[in-house]
Each structure stands twice: as structure tokens, then as C-alpha cells.
Nanobody
Framework: QVQLVESGGGLVQPGGSLRLSCAASGSISSINTMGWYRQAPGKQRELVAK???????NYADSVKGRFTISRDNAKNTVYLQMDSLKSEDTAAYYCNYYARFTNSWGQGTQVTVSS
């Protein structure tokens, strides 16, 4: 079992920045992928970005060049630096941990981009 605790959401103006953090605890595998997904009202949950323990990353096309995912393996923590935020980035953001036999989700943190 892996537990995820997210932090860092909030309200920000268009063009602003936010940094999300997600700390994992429990039965952490030495090989895993952590990432961020988001879900806006009336829409399906979608991948934002993910990163492996080896540092390989994947980004949604809509956030490339604006968002940066990183991780601290010693702390089992993943970060999402979000810059140049747009109104369409407004959503609940969920942290995800994936390893063999384990797929865990955080409780979600709201990001609202509005003037």
C-alpha cells in the first residue's frame, strides 16, 4: 500500500506560477513512476506529466514548455512546477504512483487560474 499526500494548489492569476508537491509513503518500490493527472468539471481525467525513478519524463502536449516535473527519490516526493498558467489549466490535480502491482492516487488538490 502506498499513500500520497499532495500540497500546493490554490488560486492564481493567468500567467502566474504554482508548485505542486506529492509525498509518497508506505511500500515504495525502488522502480516506480510518479506523475500528475488533472480533471476539469465535465471532462475525463488526463495525464499532465509523469517521471520514472530513472528520470524519464512525459508531458501532455498542452503543458510542454510551461510545466516541469521533477522528483527527489530520497524523499519519495514528486514536484510539478507550473508556469505561464492559463485558465484552461483550471482543474483538480491528482498525484499518481505506479509500480508493479500498485497503482495509487492522492486525494487531489484544486488549481484555479482566474483573474
Amino acid at each position: 500500500q502506498v499513500q500520497l499526500v499532495e500540497s500546493g494548489g490554490g488560486l492564481v492569476q493567468p500567467g502566474g506560477s504554482l508548485r505542486l508537491s506529492c509525498a509518497a509513503s508506505g511500500s515504495i518500490s525502488s522502480i516506480n513512476t510518479m506523475g500528475w493527472y488533472r480533471q476539469a468539471p465535465g471532462k475525463q481525467r488526463e495525464l499532465v506529466a509523469k517521471i520514472t525513478t530513472g528520470g524519464n519524463t512525459n508531458y501532455a502536449d498542452s503543458v510542454k514548455g510551461r510545466f516541469t516535473i521533477s522528483r527527489d527519490n530520497a524523499k519519495n516526493t514528486v514536484y510539478l512546477q507550473m508556469d505561464s498558467l492559463k485558465s484552461e489549466d483550471t482543474a483538480a490535480y491528482y498525484c499518481n504512483y505506479y509500480a508493479r502491482f500498485t497503482n495509487s492516487w492522492g486525494q487531489g488538490t484544486q488549481v484555479t487560474v482566474s483573474s
